[in-house]
């Protein structure tokens, strides 16, 4: 199936934007749904956005309107387009494939993760 890879994150200014990808070799990205997930410093991995294989999207309600999830199936990857950052979206992000039931409950092994880091 391949590993996670996320990539994209770096320390930007409050009120700017990065992009996360999500990518893997085989069909783990493109032949599932997938979610991002962060973890904030001293606290434990939450759900951030899903994307559908059809691209339906969700978010948690601390991103909506700020977060864009979006995926690219024949190029294998998965995005996440970040505006509007806010210190407390300073995190390790990654990606991984939700379980159908509980989104907040992943079904692969974790990548390494990309950190975000976002200055007041």
């Known amino acids: 199936q391949g590993h996670l890879v996320e990539s994209g994150g770096g320390l930007v200014q409050a009120g700017g934007s990065l992009r996360l990808s999500c990518t893997a070799s085989g069909s783990i990205v493109s032949g599932n749904a997938i979610a991002w997930y962060r973890q904030l410093p001293g606290k434990q991995r939450e759900f951030v956005a899903r994307i559908s294989r059809d691209g339906s999207a969700n978010y948690a309600d601390s991103v909506i309107d700020r977060f864009t999830i979006s995926r690219n199936n024949a190029e294998k990857v998965v995005f996440l387009q970040m505006n509007s950052l806010k210190p407390e979206d300073t995190a390790v992000y990654f990606c991984?494939?939700?379980?159908?039931?509980?989104?907040?409950?992943?079904?692969?092994?974790w990548g390494q993760g990309t950190q975000v880091t976002v200055s007041s």
């Open positions: 991984n494939v939700p379980s159908p039931q509980n989104w907040g409950r992943p079904l692969a092994p």
